[in-house]
């Protein structure tokens, strides 16, 4: 059975992936504009300036403290899982578990031979948790669980390196880099570019850490020595070839977010986007947001579960059918659910006409 969404119903972009994510073709456009860039040398001075205005930008985006770096590298954030276990915990973290990715992080610091057992504060899916004070030197949660859809709060806890996944939430939310150690990301969410690289704000404890563990003579593989990517990065440049593409399009993006008006207002647009989602899911009978909790529902990434009388696949394939696409909840997940990246590139009008098409398919299925 195929349904044809009338042309007028349809969202002028149909993109709404939770990762990667919709790409401005303004951003496509400074891509091309700029490749001349393409295929040039990592380590002069032009490619340089462009890891310099990537850095800079994200550095006033966040109003980064005084102290504090922006450092980079290849791998994206599962890189910088391994990362931390190799260079940043020093004995045993702590970790608020809460979705997919979250636990991911956790599970690397259990299989870690030279760490003792992670404490593990687990919350189910939808919900969040937060780890409390331990015995630990290294916290770590994320700020948005892009498995799920829920948001975590970010403040310190104990004494001890604070280490955020911001992967979703970086350029859709604004935190206090100040109460963390590492606020880390990648460029394929909110920064509506391409994957492959890693960032991060790190403090000085931080940078401390990894220095004190390479000193300590531990096996230390150079990909993962955070020490030696914040050495890179002093110099705008990463340990190994970065991918060109990717700077050139997260350059345009964080420019774009800066004209907007900064974090804040790039923030509001993103709240605006899923709250369309969340007030359509509650005045239908067969949709209900899945976070039930809405100090924990994400403003980046919406998530509503289905009836069980409505198939979310079968909708899922209609949309797709129409160029509505990757609206697909997380695979480990298994939920009759819809999965809405309201990221900041994806026009608020284009989640209102989402509902429109969403009721349209709904009601012929
Ligand atoms: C997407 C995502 C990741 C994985 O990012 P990669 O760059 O693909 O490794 C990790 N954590 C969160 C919260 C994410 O949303």
């Not at 509505?324 to 009008?349: E, H, T």
């Amino acid at each position: 059975m195929s349904i044809l969404i009338p042309q007028d119903l349809l969202p002028s972009d149909g993109r709404f992936g939770s990762g990667p994510a919709k790409v401005r073709p303004e951003a496509l456009d400074y891509l091309s504009m700029r490749g001349d860039l393409m295929g040039t040398s990592h380590r002069q001075a032009p490619v340089r300036d462009l890891v310099r205005v990537v850095q800079q930008g994200l550095a006033e985006l966040y109003r980064i403290p005084e102290g504090y770096e922006v450092v980079l590298g290849n791998g994206g954030s599962t890189l910088f899982w391994d990362m931390a276990v190799a260079s940043l915990i020093e004995r045993r973290s702590a970790h608020g578990v809460f979705g997919e990715f979250t636990r991911k992080f956790a599970k690397a610091a259990e299989r870690a031979p030279h760490l003792e057992s992670p404490v593990v504060t687990e919350a189910p899916a939808g919900q969040v948790a937060v780890p409390g004070p331990a015995d630990v030197d290294t916290y770590a949660w994320a700020q948005s669980e892009t498995s799920t859809g829920a948001v975590a709060p970010v403040s310190r806890v104990g004494d001890g390196l604070i280490l955020i996944d911001a992967t979703s939430s970086a350029g859709g939310m604004d935190a206090p880099i100040g109460d963390t150690d590492v606020y880390y990301f990648a460029p394929q969410k909110n920064f509506s570019s391409d994957g492959g690289l890693w960032l991060a704000f790190a403090s000085p404890a931080a940078v401390e850490r990894a220095e004190q563990i390479k000193a300590s003579g531990r096996w230390l593989p150079e990909i993962l020595d955070f020490s030696l990517a914040v050495k890179n990065s002093r110099q705008n440049q990463t340990l190994n070839t970065p991918a060109l593409a990717t700077l050139l399009l997260l350059e345009d993006q964080i420019g774009w977010m800066l004209d907007l008006g900064g974090i804040d207002a790039v923030a509001a647009r993103c709240a605006a986007s899923t709250s369309i989602l969340y007030r359509w899911a509650e005045k239908r009978d067969f949709a209900s947001p899945f976070v039930t909790s809405e100090a924990a529902r994400s403003p980046i990434v919406a998530t509503i579960d289905l009836d069980e009388h409505i198939d979310a696949s079968q909708v899922i394939a209609a949309l797709r059918e129409n160029g509505i696409v990757d609206v697909d909840p997380y695979r480990a997940l298994k939920r009759n659910q819809l999965r809405v990246g309201c990221y900041a590139s994806v026009d608020p009008d284009d989640v209102e006409a989402l509902t429109a098409c969403l009721d349209y398919v709904i009601e012929r299925l």
